[in-house]
């Protein structure tokens, strides 16, 4: 199953409403991640279930869609939260990812 | 809370083998309730998930890389290891180890990673 991220990337400064969008080539229900990724260090699990939020994970972040539209919005960007962020669904082998959407300072 | 930490050698030779161990903290490689697996992410590249394993030894593997590739668990040592044999440098990566409490589950956590180049 391929996932398409849009944008791949993205300027955007502190305060900002954004939305990242993951288009999965086939249905697959709700069994979508997004990750979030800071340089040199590994991805954390932001939201699985298109929905839920990974436990510690500030509430500005939201996951919404099922079957193979979905998309992620961080209500109001905070310094910490540029970064990289990529999809990744769980529905079928092989387990796959996003190509990743950088998210930059404007 | 789960600790993941990666090791092995950082430089491979071409068509020799890449050895990598994770070793897990605060939890069992022999729990029933967790998936442990490998993701590698190609520099300045996406993530790609190479595989998994369970406590039994049940393995998962992604049928682009799965010719090559093994990944078992030690319940002696609490580790997970892969292996990948035949390296080109097209696997220069950081290599990630993973836990996921299932195979239609995320993965909720991650070694901090190790870069291995390939080159001779």
């Known amino acids: 199953i391929q996932l398409t991220q849009s944008p791949s990337s993205l300027s955007a400064s502190v305060g900002d409403r954004v939305t990242i969008t993951c288009r999965a080539s086939?249905?697959?229900?709700?069994?979508l991640g997004w990750y979030q990724q800071k340089p040199g260090k590994a991805p954390e699990l932001l939201i699985y279930g298109a929905s839920t939020l990974q436990s510690g994970v500030p509430s500005r972040f939201s996951g919404s869609g099922s079957g193979t539209d979905f998309t992620l919005t961080i209500s109001s960007l905070q310094p910490g939260d540029f970064a990289t962020y990529y999809c990744q669904q769980f529905n079928n082998y092989p387990l796959t990812f996003g190509q990743g959407t950088r998210l930059e300072i404007k | 809370q789960l600790q993941l930490q990666e090791s092995g050698p950082g430089l491979v030779k071409p068509s020799e083998t890449l050895s990598l161990n994770c070793t897990v903290s605060?939890?069992?490689?022999?729990?029933?309730?967790?998936?442990w697996g490998w993701i590698r992410q190609h520099p300045g590249k996406g993530l790609e998930w190479i595989g998994s394993?369970?406590?039994?030894?049940?393995?998962y593997y992604s049928p682009s890389l799965k010719s090559g590739i093994s990944i078992s668990v030690d319940t002696s040592k609490n580790q997970l290891s892969l292996s990948l044999n035949s390296v080109t440098a097209a696997d220069t990566a950081v290599y990630y180890c993973t836990g996921h409490r299932g195979m239609t589950r995320p993965f909720d956590s991650w070694g901090q990673g190790t870069l291995v180049t390939v080159s001779s």
């Open positions: 086939q249905g697959i229900g709700r069994d």
């Open positions: 605060g939890g069992s490689v022999s729990s029933r309730n967790y998936y």
């Open positions: 394993v369970f406590y039994n030894g049940d393995t």
